[in-house]
């Protein structure tokens, strides 16, 4: 069968310019198209022989004297002379450097922070929430009993998930799993609504967020997260976000 992803899905992919949803879906189709692995070790190759090797070399001093001549103002050394006539220029890029440096800081963080590290978060479960749809992921304890499902977690997590099921009100439990995200090991509890399947992703929250109750949608899932009793919920399903919220109330949203 031949390839029908064009050359810009592997570029991206190789450039770490793909969000994690479509990461998981490319590094699928590489392990099924010879070509676009073939493509992605050529490219692998070519930044290795592109690093190891010196491209940089010293112009001798008639190229430059002739640059010089021929162009007729051009700085010797650009990227300093224009600094000292604009010092104004000269603090807004430390100033830039500074808010690099501590955007970085913050991006590490292995808590919920910022906006930023929210959206992070939502990607990494609405990619995991995809993953677990296909065929054989979904559960590592398939059962409507939540006095089968609760116990399962013992021993796996270091914390205790409450698992209730909802089949009386129209959500009923169908399993769990364990799952990573945030950097750790967290609890998947599966719930049904008709023919939708709605993961609810907890983990341990020592306290409670600053912007909370909050509503994502991305790609065609909503998410909603909540914190409740040191934990942190996330409910995401292709559920109607009214309907996503019954379950979150529920779970005591
Ligand atoms: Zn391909």
């Not at 010092?87 to 910022?114: S, Y």
């Not at 049904?192 to 949608?217: C, D, G, Y």
Request: hydrophobic share 45%; charged share 20%; aromatic share 8%.
């Amino acid at each position: 069968m031949p390839c029908e992803s064009d050359g810009r899905i592997l570029q991206g992919y190789f450039d770490g310019e793909l969000d994690l949803v479509r990461s998981v879906e490319y590094e699928e189709h590489l392990k099924a198209c010879p070509d676009c692995a073939a493509g992605l070790r050529e490219q692998q190759v070519l930044r290795q022989s592109l690093r190891s090797s010196n491209l940089y070399a010293r112009a001798s001093e008639a190229l430059s004297a002739r640059i010089r001549t021929e162009l007729p103002g051009a700085m010797v050394q650009p990227t300093v002379i224009p600094m000292r006539r604009r010092p104004a220029l000269a603090w807004a890029a430390l100033a830039a450097a500074i808010v690099i440096a501590i955007f970085l800081g913050t991006r590490v963080v292995p808590n919920i922070g910022g906006q930023r590290q929210k959206t992070l978060i939502a990607q990494e479960i609405v990619a995991s929430h995809i993953r677990s749809l296909q065929p054989g992921h979904l559960f590592d304890v398939q059962s409507t009993d939540q006095h089968t499902v609760k116990p399962w977690f013992d021993g796996k997590l270091d914390f205790a998930p409450p698992v209730t099921d909802f089949a009386n009100q129209g959500f009923p439990l169908v399993g769990g799993r364990l799952d990573y995200l945030d950097d750790r090991d967290v609890a998947a509890l599966v719930y049904q609504r008709q023919k939708h399947l709605i993961n609810v992703f907890i983990w341990p929250m020592e306290s409670k967020p600053t912007k909370l109750p909050e509503i994502q949608a991305i790609q065609g899932y909503n998410l909603i997260f909540w914190w409740r009793d040191g934990m942190y919920f996330c409910a995401a399903s292709d559920l109607s976000v009214a309907e996503l919220r019954q379950l979150a109330k529920l779970l005591g949203q």
